[in-house]
């Protein structure tokens, strides 16, 4: 009886400690994350230190990062413009980051959903409705190939400025290849998947909605995520030219000011905002995507 107690009691333990999984799964990309970035942070310094990079065109890490508390200062620039009836009053610097940091991430998170919406659903009624289809995918195709700069005008024209026409670049740069990468992912799903749907009785409704559309959201998530990036290229355009506040008009400061240390702050800034986004699209595809294997390439990062 005490043989079967002493068996049966380490398995009632291991539950409390299941909290513990995702941290270890986690840690080894953290601490290479770490590693990788501190390499590159190093060779810069060290670039610096024998004279090989101009601390008055390259500052190094321990500069710029250094005088955070003197860069904050020309993130105030929203204070230059009227939001909504009434003047912008931004009480502190680090309110001033803070503002234009959400700012900018709001204005990528909006162009991301609106986009994914509608990428996903165009496409699907192209492949669906085929009078559609034929209506809306060549005008999809014409589109594509056009840089998303050249709709900047076309955005200030419709919107103004503010934050339509940040939106509305942001939307632009995802839309076409979304559409066009929907299309392809329904024309590669495994015909045998929907042969065997068919068989069961399945109408053309429920196969879209039961087969179709699982099998091509993990891709979709990829291509989700490579395209977050071009959003957040593009996000910064627009903020520089046709919204007055944000990162992008903080780039434009610094260059119009010639602050090296402001720009690479800024970066800084970006490509942690950008990293954050990445992950949280990962973990999102995680937990949304329950059916996908954990091992399968889709979910290895890539």
């Known amino acids: 009886m ?18 513990l999984a995702p941290l270890g799964r986690a840690l ?17 310094e060290v670039l610096w230190a024998i ?12 500069i710029f990062i250094g005088s955070i508390a003197d860069q904050a200062k020309f993130f105030n620039t ?17 309110m001033a980051v803070l503002y234009t940091i959400l700012s900018t991430t709001g204005r990528v998170f909006a162009g991301l959903v609106v986009a994914s919406v509608l990428a996903i659903s165009i496409g699907i009624g192209i492949r669906y409705f085929r009078v559609f289809g034929k209506l809306t995918l060549p ?22 400025i503010g934050n339509g026409p940040a939106i509305f670049m942001v939307v632009i740069a995802l839309l076409f290849h979304m559409v066009l990468a929907t299309i392809h ?20 409704r429920q196969t879209y909605a039961r087969v179709i559309i699982p099998a091509i959201l993990p891709q979709l998530f990829v291509v989700l995520r490579f395209n977050l990036f071009a959003a957040w290229m593009v996000v910064l355009v627009a903020e520089a030219t046709g919204v007055g506040y944000g990162l992008g008009q903080v780039i434009m400061l610094a260059r119009n000011t010639f602050n090296p240390s402001l720009v690479f702050f800024t970066i800084f800034l970006i490509g942690i905002l950008g990293y954050l986004f990445d992950l949280g699209m990962r973990l ?19």
């Open 78 to 94: 929203v204070s230059r413009w009227q939001i909504g009836s009434a003047q912008a009053d931004v009480p502190s610097p680090a």
């Open 185 to 204: 992912q329904i024309d590669s799903v495994n015909r045998n998947l929907i042969n065997v749907a068919r068989t069961m009785g399945a109408s053309k």
């Open 139 to 160: 005008t999809v195709t014409l589109l594509a190939p056009v840089s998303p700069i050249a709709w900047l005008p076309v955005a200030i024209f419709l919107f103004g």
């Open 28 to 44: 080894p990309m953290i601490l290479w994350g770490a590693a990788s970035i501190g390499l590159f942070a190093g060779i810069w």
């Open 51 to 62: 004279g090989w990079a101009d601390p008055k065109l390259l500052p190094p890490p321990h």
């Open 2 to 19: 005490s043989a079967t107690r002493s068996v049966a009691a380490p398995p009632a333990a291991l539950p409390r400690l299941s909290w």
């Open 284 to 302: 999102l595809q995680r937990k949304l995507l329950y059916w996908v294997p954990q091992g399968a390439e889709v979910l290895r990062g890539l």
